[in-house]
């Protein structure tokens, strides 16, 4: 497709997102998706996604809330212009969520990837357990298969 390279390659989800801000196992391969976030893309529900799991950081300790809070601006910062509202998937992450049987919200991510005609790619096991054996299975890739 003409322009390809322009649009939209990858959505992405909290579980890539992260891993930018602390220290895990899949921040190297992460960080390949900072450096190409012109070609990623990903629903408003995210943010909520990503402020969650910084605060249970924040909660166990593990990470200060000044430096959550920093990694939080960041990432709204670095996801300027990458951002789908969630309202626009809606009602196709509805029709998602019931053939899977995942929530609405989580879905968001499959009505983008659909729309965009983007791999989803992500490391949150519940997202390759839903899909597996169904027509969703070829939308999803696994962060790990990048390293």
Request: aromatic share 8%; glycine share 4%; with cysteine.
């Amino acid at each position: 497709m003409a322009g390809k390279d322009e649009q939209t390659r990858f959505v992405i989800d909290a579980s890539v997102v992260v891993p930018w801000y602390l220290e895990q196992s899949l921040t190297p391969i992460s960080l390949l998706f900072l450096q190409r976030l012109e070609h990623c893309q990903a629903p408003g529900i995210i943010s909520a996604h990503v402020s969650q799991v910084l605060w249970s950081y924040c909660q166990e300790d593990l990470l200060s809330g000044a430096v959550g809070a920093a990694a939080l601006r960041h990432f709204r910062r670095a996801m300027n212009h990458k951002i789908t509202p969630s309202e626009e998937l809606a009602d196709r992450a509805l029709e998602i969520s019931l053939d899977l049987r995942l929530s609405p919200p989580l879905c968001l991510y499959f009505a983008l990837a659909e729309r965009q005609e983007a791999d989803l790619v992500t490391a949150f096991q519940p997202f390759h357990e839903a899909v597996r054996g169904t027509a969703y299975a070829g939308m999803v890739t696994d962060l790990r298969s990048f390293l």
